[in-house]
C-alpha cells in the first residue's frame, strides 16, 4: 500500500525568505502526486499535482513541486514567502487516474514578520 | 460554480444519538469522496462513489457508519448511535472521471458530547 511521510509537523521562516516543505511517499508503481493547503476552517485546496512527465511542476501562487523517483520525493517550494502562506501543506499520493488520495500528516507553515 | 457543498458546516450531537452529513458534489463530476480529518489521526479516507456506485469503502468504521449517493448530485453520510471518537470534520470531495484532481468541500464539523 502506499504512504505519505511529512517529516517536519512545523515549520517557521520569515517574511520573503525561501521556503521548501518535505515530502517523501512510498509506492513501487507510477505515482501520482499533489500538494493541498487548508486555511484555518477551511477545506482542502489543490496547489499542485504532480503527473508522469517533467518531474518540476509549477502550482499557484509561486508554489512548485520537484518529483524524484530515486529520492521517492515530492518537496514543496516557494522563493519568496507572504505572510498569506501561513497554513497547514499536505502533501498526497495516488496510484490511479481516479481514484482515492493517501495523505500525510501536514506540515503547518507560520510566517513571521 | 459553487464548488462541493457540504452542510451543515457544525454539527453538536448527543452521544448515542444519529447524524447525518450532506454533500452536493460539483456539477458534472462522477466521483465523491469522504474523508475524516481529525487531529490524532489525520486525513483518513473513508469511502467513494463512481456514478453514484460505491466503489471502495474500505475506510469506512464496520459498525454505525454508512453513505450512500442516491443520485448524482447529493452523498450522505450517516452515523449511527454517535460516539465521542466519532468528532471530527468530515471532509466530502468531488472529482471528474477524466482527472484525479479532487475538490474538497469546506467539510462538517461533528461534535458528540
Known amino acids: 500500500a502506499q504512504s505519505v511521510t511529512q517529516p517536519d509537523a512545523r515549520v517557521t521562516v520569515s517574511e520573503g525568505a525561501s521556503l521548501q516543505l518535505r515530502c517523501k511517499y512510498s509506492?513501487?508503481?507510477?505515482?501520482?502526486l499533489f500538494w493541498y493547503v487548508q486555511y484555518p476552517r477551511q477545506g482542502l485546496q489543490l496547489l499542485l499535482k504532480y503527473y508522469p512527465g517533467d518531474p518540476v511542476v509549477q502550482g499557484v501562487n509561486g508554489f512548485e513541486a520537484e518529483f524524484s523517483k530515486s529520492n521517492s520525493s515530492f518537496h514543496l517550494r516557494k522563493a519568496s514567502v507572504h505572510w498569506s502562506d501561513w497554513a497547514v501543506y499536505f502533501c498526497a499520493v495516488s496510484t490511479q487516474v481516479v481514484g482515492q488520495l493517501t495523505f500525510g500528516r501536514g506540515t503547518r507553515l507560520q510566517v513571521y514578520a | 460554480n459553487a464548488g462541493v457543498i457540504q452542510t451543515p458546516r457544525h454539527k453538536v450531537t448527543g452521544k448515542g444519538q444519529e447524524a447525518t452529513l450532506w454533500c452536493e458534489p460539483i456539477s458534472g463530476h462522477s466521483a465523491v469522496f469522504w474523508y475524516r480529518q481529525t487531529i490524532v489521526q489525520g486525513l483518513e479516507f473513508l469511502t467513494y462513489f463512481r456514478n453514484q456506485a460505491p466503489i471502495d469503502d474500505s475506510g469506512m468504521p464496520k459498525e454505525r457508519f454508512s453513505a450512500q449517493m442516491p443520485n448524482q448530485s447529493h452523498s450522505t453520510l450517516k452515523i449511527q448511535s454517535t460516539q465521542p471518537q466519532d468528532s471530527a470534520v468530515y471532509l466530502c470531495?468531488?472529482?471528474?472521471?477524466?482527472?484525479?484532481?479532487?475538490?474538497f468541500g469546506e467539510g462538517s464539523r461533528l461534535i458528540v458530547v
Open positions: 509506492y513501487f508503481g507510477t505515482p501520482y
Open positions: 470531495a468531488s472529482s471528474s472521471l477524466s482527472g484525479n484532481t479532487l475538490y
